[in-house]
């Protein structure tokens, strides 16, 4: 059974990293998987390399050497992409996001979903999506039309699907789609961890984060900050850091030190946030809310109510604010064991089997 799965990932790395997951899990329940990445190659991921695309605001694309794409460029991405997917010969099209967003890929992913005609065509969605409603109806038809099922990475006690009622019996809720995490020891152990995931819009964050230690109720504990794989400045955020604080740019292990720090601070993108919850670790999440962005703040948000996270709105995040919501997390319990559904990556390749039978 093979399934060829396509995957852009435009700012962060965080699309790839979660089909990445997905991808190995199927590999590990029988299915022979192509992952096609149109993003900038990340060094780990094995992918069937698409000409990159990367994009500065989540609009405009760029091609690999920083230019804006133009037609010659879709049209040889274009061939390298149906080329691929007709020499696989899939018996699966999974396409990540689309049509519910990437619609600056209309140009490839269209002729891709003509191609696949006869063959079992799956959307996969992350828990929360970016509310797009004058898009809406056009991105609904277009799964109408080509869509078989809806695989949404998440636990519908947290969040649902907006349209479930339109895709009535194509929707199917997965849980969370994470990594399962096998690292042993006590690397991190009383730590406070702060991380900005990919690292390339957490700046505010991570200059925030310092400033708060010396207000905080955890200014003796040690702190570790992330910055991540695509920060610029490392170099002057490690000059300001004072005694007892770590700058570093990436962790091998940061899945087994949010497991044993004492508390977490990060952002709210997807994958971060499944690692949190699988760790059980106290958390302040700070979501991405720049260029109207609300995904990062909604997901957060749900998670508050549920008493599972402090949450710190970018518009009022400051050392005092951020501060004050440490000291609430690290007086809080640990979120109980089984309060979200983290299975998603063994119940989607369950779904799927089901569906070629």
Not at 127 to 142: I, M, N
Not at 188 to 194: C, I, R, T
Request: charged content about 25%.
């Amino acid at each position: 059974m093979k399934i060829f799965f396509h995957v852009q990932h435009l700012l962060g790395i965080g699309h790839l990293k979660r089909a990445a997951t997905l991808a190995h899990a199927l590999r590990g329940a029988g299915f022979e998987v192509t992952l096609a990445s149109g993003g900038v190659p990340v060094q780990g991921i094995d992918v069937l390399q698409l000409p990159p695309a990367s994009s500065p605001d989540l609009k405009q694309l760029l091609d690999e050497n920083g230019k804006p794409v133009d037609e010659a460029w879709k049209a040889r991405r274009l061939d390298t992409l149906i080329d691929a997917f007709r020499r696989f010969a899939p018996d699966v099209l999974l396409i990540e996001l689309f049509p519910f967003g990437r619609r600056q890929l209309r140009f490839e992913l269209l002729p891709l979903l003509d191609a696949a005609q006869g063959k079992l065509v799956v959307c996969s969605v992350r828990d929360v999506l970016q509310p797009r409603p004058a898009r809406e109806d056009e991105a609904l038809e277009c799964f109408e039309r080509y869509f078989d099922h809806l695989l949404v990475h998440g636990d519908p006690r947290i969040a649902r699907f907006g349209n479930e009622a339109r895709l009535a019996g194509k929707v199917h809720y997965t849980g969370y789609v994470v990594e399962e995490n096998m690292a042993q020891g006590d690397a991190g152990s009383g730590e406070v961890l702060v991380s900005a995931g990919g690292g390339a819009v957490g700046r505010r964050l991570l200059e925030a984060a310092l400033e708060a230690r010396p207000l905080s109720a955890l200014r003796s504990r040690p702190w570790r900050i992330l910055a991540g794989v695509n920060f610029q400045g490392l170099e002057a955020l490690q000059a300001r850091a004072g005694d007892g604080v770590i700058v570093e740019r990436f962790r091998n292990d940061f899945t087994l030190r949010l497991r044993n720090c004492v508390l977490s601070v990060s952002q709210a993108g997807y994958n971060t946030v499944v690692e949190t919850l699988q760790a059980r670790a106290r958390a302040v999440l700070v979501p991405y809310a720049a260029g109207g962005e609300v995904e990062q703040t909604a997901r957060a948000k749900l998670l508050e109510e549920r008493g599972l996270v402090q949450v710190v709105e970018e518009a009022s995040l400051a050392p005092a604010t951020l501060a004050a919501a440490i000291d609430r997390a690290a007086a809080a319990p640990r979120p109980a064991p089984d309060t979200v559904d983290l299975d998603g990556a063994r119940a989607s390749a369950a779904l799927l089997h089901s569906w070629l039978r």
